[in-house]
């Protein structure tokens, strides 16, 4: 088995439990903070670790343009590269070529897209995605989908369902073949390409716009046979499916169906936090994950709030990963038991009160909002690391709440009444 997955308590529609991968252990519902570039900006691995953070988001798309796959790969994929134990989730690219707009072509076979770096002409499957994300080496990986626009109607949401899932196939079928090439498998030494590490130059159509079959391909980018990798390991990556269908809840049905008959050991539901009204995304969530099995881990992506993170995890998301806490920071706007703050306004130049009484982060224990304004409005370095540090505190702090809450049977409770109580 690539992952265990157990629910130890269900209350109502939520679950706590754990999920077993290659990388250790994560408790569930889970916060996945996002390290898009191998990094989450501003904070060293140790403090991330000290925080109890249990798994990392990693970007695909960004990672693949720079250092680029087969860098990451000849450290043993991403832990080695940043030196993180911990487990490790990437995303498909899907998205973020998605985002991209102007810059992007889809077609049956994949999308041609422009670098945002500079400008140059690339070209990611379903194959090639796998490819990418197998020498990246993370723990669970995404199949690569086709992330609906907003608005869409239900022609075009269906036409987009439908791609996504012969995708999915795609997906299943590439990570199948060579899922034994992840190169924490092999003994990897620092620096030397693995058996599986892909040459940026023959992988399936990885960096030049041209497509070729990587399906069978057996052979080194040397040509030599690939080594024979050790059947005896049961640890391997794990492949997630990705239901979309945009706001159509007729359409999100029938692709979570779907995608649950080609069968992958966890599920995320994608295409939300898209420009619709909030509301929305509440009720696609809520519809979605009823066709959704009861024992599979739900991951829903790039979503939300303090306060939508708690509610979806009352509805039964077991993970959830966001910019906003990280890139909310970085802007001087700061999550508290109390609410938002905007640090840089000047009522708090003289406040002597730590940013939140409540939080037990090192932050908030040390010192005070008028220091913390100070470095914000001086520009200081220190200011990114200090509100990041305190926001993802929050959110993890959040979670571990949440936990508690539902292992003690309760109903699901708001924010500030999980806040409201100290935890053992
Ligand atoms: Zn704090």
């Known amino acids: 088995m690539p992952i265990d997955f157990r629910i130890e308590t269900a209350s109502k529609l939520a679950r706590a439990g754990r999920l077993l991968t290659p990388h250790g252990e994560i408790e569930t519902p889970v916060f996945m903070p996002v390290g898009t570039a191998a990094t989450v900006k501003g904070m060293p691995q140790d403090i991330l670790e000290a925080l109890g953070v249990q798994i990392l988001l990693g970007n695909t798309y960004h990672l693949y343009l720079r250092p680029g796959v087969e860098t990451v790969c000849k450290f043993g994929g991403l832990h080695g590269f940043m030196a993180w134990p911990r487990a490790i989730l990437t995303d498909s690219g899907g998205f973020q070529v998605f985002s991209l707009n102007e810059l992007r072509k889809v077609t049956e076979e994949g999308v041609t897209f422009r670098s945002h770096l500079d400008g140059s002409s690339h070209f990611f499957n379903p194959e090639s995605s796998m490819a990418a994300q197998i020498g990246l080496g993370a723990d669970i990986i995404m199949a690569f989908d086709e992330c609906t626009e907003y608005p869409a109607d239900r022609a075009r949401t269906k036409a987009s369902m439908e791609l996504t899932l012969r995708w999915a196939e795609r997906s299943k079928k590439y990570f ?26 023959s992988s399936p159509g990885l960096d030049d716009g041209v497509r070729e079959d990587g399906q069978k391909s057996s052979l080194r980018p040397d040509g030599q046979p690939r080594a024979a990798v050790p059947t005896c390991s049961e640890k391997h990556q794990s492949l997630f499916g990705i239901v979309q269908g945009g706001m159509d809840l007729e359409v999100r049905k029938e692709s979570a169906e779907r995608t649950v008959e080609i069968g992958f050991p966890g599920y995320a ?8 009204p909030r509301e929305r ?52 706007l700061l999550f508290t038991s109390e609410g938002k703050i905007s640090i840089k306004q000047a009522r708090y130049a003289q406040d002597p009160a730590p940013l939140d009484a409540n939080c037990a982060c090192r932050v908030c224990q040390r010192y005070s909002r008028a220091y913390l304004r100070h470095l914000y409005a001086s520009n200081e370095v220190l200011a990114q690391v200090l509100n990041t540090l305190h926001n993802l505190s929050f959110y993890l702090d959040t979670m571990r709440r949440v936990r508690h809450s539902i292992r003690l049977g309760e109903e699901s409770r708001s924010l500030a009444s999980l806040w409201s109580q100290p935890l053992p």
């Open 176 to 201: 199948e073949e060579h899922k034994h090439e992840v190169p924490w498998r092999s003994n990897v030494h620092v620096g030397t390409a693995a058996p599986g590490c892909p040459s940026e130059r």
């Open 269 to 276: 539901i994608g295409g939300l936090s898209v420009g619709e």
């Open 281 to 332: 995304t509440r009720e696609v969530v809520a519809a979605t994950l009823k066709h959704l099995p009861k024992d599979k881990p739900r991951y829903l992506m790039g979503v939300g709030t303090p306060e939508e993170i708690v509610e979806y995890a009352s509805f039964g998301v077991d993970m959830m990963d966001c910019v906003l806490p990280t890139r909310a920071a970085r802007h001087g």
